[in-house]
């Protein structure tokens, strides 16, 4: 098939691409590079020895977007184009509608004029809000506590409208738990723009010692250790979980909702030491307040993806860390 890749050269969309290049697809490769490289692109054509087509095009940009439908024949489209730093996105709320909301509007009329249907959305577990008691289901309620959340919340909503509007779409939301993790060649991982906002990246910089220690935001939660749980899911698990999804919406329509996650919750602590375990080395840490908008446990119900996918994370925290070090360590100023 031919898939258009929007945010192709983020983490996870390459990791995705690399997949689909293995399936055998043709991909044609969007990326404004706003918060990522080519490079990372060019070495999935390396370790895949298959070339994509790449355009450096920005979604807000319309004209270019519809002029690649007119010239190319897409039975699919992978949307991971946006912007997903929480704190960011109360500073600069409108660049967050913009791009989050506004691109991805973009994105769904050229597909409609050019007769292509079928939409795999990155969508995400924040969605959830702090106000869902675990094990997360799909249908539980959605309440976003940031601009960023409210961006993953409306484009859902926008996409489920257009489905109930025109059953010719097959619309896949995947929300995504806590992506972690690299290919295991070590050639492609995480390449967090300033300071990492998530944990694994943070710790993996201050295990190649470019940042003297982790601060952990609270150790006074409900937890067995006090500090937060998250379900730490592996990149190649979670692209893996794209292909499955994509395979779905070739035989369906409608929108789904899927949670792409292990159904396994881990404390700070615990990703602290079993990332010290995978670098071999002490990684110092200190237990500093909250961050505010945490919430103590977040984790998936991962069974529906399992029942409608046949899909499910294969990969464990030990592998995660194992992976993440070594692009860490190989790569430890990023691309
Ligand atoms: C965060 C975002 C979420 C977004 C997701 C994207 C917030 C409040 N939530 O989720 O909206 O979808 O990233 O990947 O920003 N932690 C530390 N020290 C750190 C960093 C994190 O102790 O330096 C802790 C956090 O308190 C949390 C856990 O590690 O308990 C995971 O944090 P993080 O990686 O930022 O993910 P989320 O908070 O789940």
């Known amino acids: 098939m031919k898939i258009l890749v929007t945010g192709a050269a983020g983490y996870i969309g ?52 519809d002029e690649i439908f007119a010239r190319e024949n897409f039975d699919a489209v992978l ?15 409108l660049r967050y509608y913009q791009n989050n909301v506004a691109g991805t509007l973009n994105l769904v009329q050229s597909m409609a004029k050019h007769g292509v249907y079928k939409l795999v959305f990155s969508s995400s577990a924040t969605v959830y809000g702090a106000s869902g008691t675990v094990p997360l289901v799909e249908n539980s309620p959605m309440a976003a506590v940031n601009p960023y959340g409210r961006t993953k919340i409306q484009v859902e909503e926008i996409l489920g409208d257009l489905s109930a509007a025109d059953p010719r779409w097959s619309i896949a939301l ?71 999804a994509l395979g779905h919406l070739m035989t369906s329509t409608g ?16 990703v602290i030491d079993e ?37 499910s994370a294969e990969r464990d925290l030990k592998q995660m860390c194992q992976d993440h070090w070594r692009w860490q360590r190989t790569n430890p100023q990023g691309y």
């Open 174 to 244: 995947l929300r995504y738990f806590n992506p972690a993790g690299a290919h295991p060649s070590g050639l492609i991982g995480e390449d967090p723009e300033g300071a990492p906002n998530n944990l694994v990246p943070f710790v993996a910089q201050v295990a190649v010692g470019q940042r003297p220690r982790v601060v952990v935001f609270g150790a006074d939660y409900e937890t067995d250790d006090g500090t937060g749980v998250r379900d730490y899911i592996h990149v190649m698990d979670l692209a893996e979980g794209h292909i499955a």
């Open 14 to 65: 390459s990791h995705t691409t690399l997949l689909l290049l293995e399936a055998g697809h043709d991909v044609v490769a969007l990326d404004n590079l706003a918060n990522s490289k080519y490079e990372s692109l060019r070495r999935v054509q390396e370790i895949t020895q298959k070339s994509i087509s790449f355009r450096q095009i920005d979604l807000l940009d319309d004209f270019s977007l």
């Open 79 to 93: 949307h991971f184009a946006g912007l997903k730093a929480v704190g960011e996105s109360f500073v600069e709320p």
């Open 275 to 311: 990332f010290s375990k995978a670098a071999g080395k002490t990684i110092v840490y200190e237990i500093a307040p909250r961050r505010q908008g945490d919430v103590a446990v977040s984790y998936a119900d991962p069974s529906a993806a399992r029942a409608d996918l046949g899909w």
């Open 255 to 270: 929108a789904y909702r899927w949670n792409l996650g292990t159904g396994r919750g881990a404390s700070v602590l615990e």
